[in-house]
């Protein structure tokens, strides 16, 4: 597999490749081990609801369209600052929910990064810390990834197949 010089200095560039079906069960294995649903499960409610909010609309020919900001009264506004803030909040609690589980998971994604670049687990595990970091922020950075992780929700029954939750995607798009 390729590896060459980033353009950024010292640390190697791996190629990755596409994902697979082999690289999906070795994800659904780790979002198990990660244990998701009891994350998203033990959110404060009252942060979700609040993380819901939606821009408020104008009818255009018929059509509802995004009101102008500057048309916005001062209560729309404090909505959509507390919505961001508990995005924030939600964002912070998933985070360090996955960090406590993480190192469940560590020969799962050494293995799935491995497989991605081509090479032996041991050259995951012998990798610097910022190396790893960067690869693993290679490898979710991809819209594949993405693509990924809500087809992953849905399956989880996390996100309804009609509408995908706005906190939800506002949530994952901050963490990728």
């Known amino acids: 597999m390729s590896r060459s010089k980033n353009a950024g200095g010292n640390t190697p560039a791996y190629s990755l490749r596409a994902i697979t079906t082999t690289d999906v069960f070795q994800m659904v294995r780790i979002l198990r081990k990660l244990d998701i649903k ?3 499960g033990n959110m404060d409610k009252n942060l979700l609801a609040a993380a ?3 821009p ?3 009818m255009e020919d018929g059509k509802p369209v995004p009101l102008p900001f500057e048309d916005w009264t001062e209560a729309q506004i404090e909505m959509q600052m507390k919505s ?3 995005t924030q909040q939600l964002g912070s609690y998933f ?3 996955l960090i406590d589980q993480i ?3 560590e020969q799962e994604i050494c293995k799935l990064l491995a497989d991605s670049i081509g090479q032996d687990i041991d050259v995951i595990k012998n990798m610097s810390g910022v190396e790893f970091i960067m690869l693993l922020q290679r ?5 594949e990834f993405k693509g990924f992780f809500t087809a992953a929700w849905r399956l989880l029954g996390k996100m309804d197949s009609r509408s995908v939750s706005s906190s939800m995607q506002s949530m ?3 963490l990728m």
């Open 38 to 40: 009891s994350i998203f």
């Open 84 to 86: 961001e803030i508990a």
């Open 95 to 97: 985070l360090g929910a």
């Open 56 to 58: 408020p609309m104008k």
């Open 172 to 174: 994952a798009s901050s």
């Open 103 to 105: 190192p469940s998971c």
């Open 52 to 54: 819901e909010f939606k």
């Open 139 to 143: 490898y979710i950075d991809r819209d």
